[in-house]
């Protein structure tokens, strides 16, 4: 029941802008921990930065699984459970994937396209200099579909699997990925491990996130059993293929990162999504995000 409370809490409250100025969000704490290792650690040859992004890997694993340990240890009776309660909040993200997706939505919605397009860049890894009103509507689309896995699915299935460390650890390890596991020449060595790693957390929370949205948004089967693996990526298809199962339309196909142009296939049949489609993929997250609830609550109850 602690993780439930925690997925009610966090969805009513997020993580406070107030309190944010005060005590940074965890995960910014682990971006600089990040930071500093590969300051020190990527350089040499491509051999010696592949062992340091393995052993950057182990910090990420060892530290935060010792730091939840401990929590765990400490906050064992009623008034601790409450704390915990809090603490499970920070990592997850379902009202501030929400927030950050409308202030996308929103600016759409009044024409207003620098607007949109800044609010994009806080959420996508593409160059948005460049896309015009649509290809934001799409982008914005395929990255709620993608971090409804990697900012709900994902941590909640590791804090059920092994509480406040395992919901650390894949915290370090997804930040570690989204800061050092690219494929550009800095990092193609130093970010490998962590790109592994993190492709081996989101396995099954993954296919466990396109599940819920084809139920949340029927019509998603089909397409994501079919283009699923089309992505790069062995995880982000199976939640956006489904999303472009649910919306009727087509996403994926190739973007510009850093300046480089890369291509990718594309996924879903129909239309690109509009503005009206991103409405829509936000209730259809909505309802996938009650659809875990009721999910966590029956196997509380089963256990």
Not at 10 to 30: C, F, Q, S
Not at 33 to 57: E, F, K, P, Q
Not at 281 to 300: K, P
Request: aromatic residues 8%; neutral net charge; charged residues 20%.
């Amino acid at each position: 029941m602690i993780l439930l409370a925690a997925l009610i809490l966090e969805a009513m409250i997020g993580y406070p802008d107030n309190l944010h100025r005060k005590i940074p969000h965890p995960v910014t704490w682990i971006g600089r921990l990040i930071s500093g290792m590969d300051r020190r650690w990527n350089t040499g040859s491509a051999a010696v930065r592949r062992r340091s992004g393995i052993g950057t890997v182990l910090v990420l694993i060892l530290l935060p699984a010792a730091a939840g340990f401990l929590l765990e240890a400490v906050l064992t009776r009623w008034p601790g459970m409450v704390i915990l309660i809090i603490i499970a909040t920070t990592g997850l993200a379902q009202r501030s994937l929400y927030s950050h997706v409308r202030n996308v939505l929103n600016p759409l919605h009044q024409g207003d396209v620098p607007g949109a397009r800044q609010a994009l860049s806080m959420i996508v890894g593409r160059d948005t200099e460049r896309l015009d009103e649509q290809a934001m509507a799409s982008a914005a689309t395929e990255s709620l579909a993608e971090s409804f896995c990697d900012g709900i699915v994902a941590p909640a299935f590791w804090f059920l699997i092994a509480g406040l460390p395992g919901l650390f650890v894949f915290k370090a390890i997804s930040t570690a990925d989204s800061q050092i596991g690219h494929l550009d020449t800095r990092y193609r060595d130093f970010g490998w491990a962590a790109a592994r790693a993190d492709d081996a957390m989101n396995y099954i929370p993954a296919r466990m996130a396109g599940f819920l949205i084809c139920i949340a948004g029927p019509g998603g089967w089909r397409v994501m059993f079919r283009d699923a693996r089309k992505h790069l990526s062995p995880n982000a298809g199976w939640s956006e293929a489904a999303m472009a199962g649910a919306l009727s339309v087509e996403m994926g196909g190739g973007a510009f990162y850093d300046g480089d142009w890369i291509e990718r296939e594309n996924l879903g049949d129909g239309p690109r999504p509009q503005t009206r489609e991103l409405a829509d993929a936000l209730r259809v997250y909505l309802r996938a995000c009650l659809l875990l609830w009721i999910l966590i609550g029956v196997l509380a109850w089963l256990l």
